[in-house]
């Protein structure tokens, strides 16, 4: 098996502090998170980004902010900017991040019910969002909420890159309207990506541990943090992202996997090259 690739989601676009007050908002907070949780293990941050007023925001210029601090405090760590942003927004909105050319980006490849909500990623869109990334050289990490989101992403690269690219996927299972997130659902869903692509799990909520611990034992990866998951127990928020991202590589390494580094998720993810 490769070395565990770790990401976390430290901060989410639809979370507020009622649910978790331990989330962070400004950049120093998201900084902090994130090196706390480079020293238990991370090695990926998927960035989502606030306003003064913790208002989920895709402004480039608040990622700019976030993404120094985020370097700052912990230099060698990879930077995945999400295109998703917060349900609601706007083509403009969602597509700013790109504009800093982070080493890697979310692309969600289809609509999905979001809780009462409705997630809009029509294919135009999500083309546009592809052939932005491949322009400016960013990595994107295919996020797939069922099995028509692995077809659409194997179609984009199919009919836009004329050289085979490395793919890699993250398994989003256990969104209210997206697929389950059972052990069944992770063996399924990882069944269907193309040869040679490597993947990434996170369970939402309660889904969080089965789909962590059947991507430990499939050979995959995993994403937590505070986007995913609030809790470390039943009735117990976790008191940061470092104490998830902590538990995932205590797990890890009892079953003998080696923890990876920022370099080493680099070439698992087919990032190229470091971003300034």
Known sequence: ?????????????????????????????????????????????????????????????????????????????????????????????????????????????????????????????????????????IQPEFEVFDTGMVETARRLMDEHDPEPRHAHFDLVLGVPGGMAGTPQAVVHMASLLPAGATWSATGIGRAHLPVTLTALALGGHVRTGFEDTIHYARGRLAASNAELVARVARIARETGREIATPDQARAITGVTGRSG
């Open 1 to 137: 098996m490769d070395p565990l690739m770790i990401t976390v989601a430290p901060v989410g676009g639809e979370l507020d502090r009622e649910q978790q007050p331990n989330l962070p908002f400004a950049p120093d907070e998201v900084a902090e998170e994130v090196a706390r949780s480079r020293e238990a293990g991370a090695s990926v941050v998927h960035l989502h980004v606030r306003d003064e007023a913790g208002a989920p925001t895709q402004d480039r210029e608040r990622f700019a902010q976030v993404i120094d601090a985020v370097r700052r405090a912990a230099p060698d760590v990879v930077i995945q900017t999400s295109t998703g942003g917060s349900v609601g927004m706007t083509e403009d909105e969602r597509s700013q991040p790109l504009d800093l050319k982070p080493e890697m980006a979310t692309l969600t490849t289809g609509t999905v019910n979001f809780g009462d909500a409705v997630f809009e990623n029509p294919l135009p869109l999500v083309e546009r969002l592809f052939l932005r990334m491949r322009e400016l050289g």
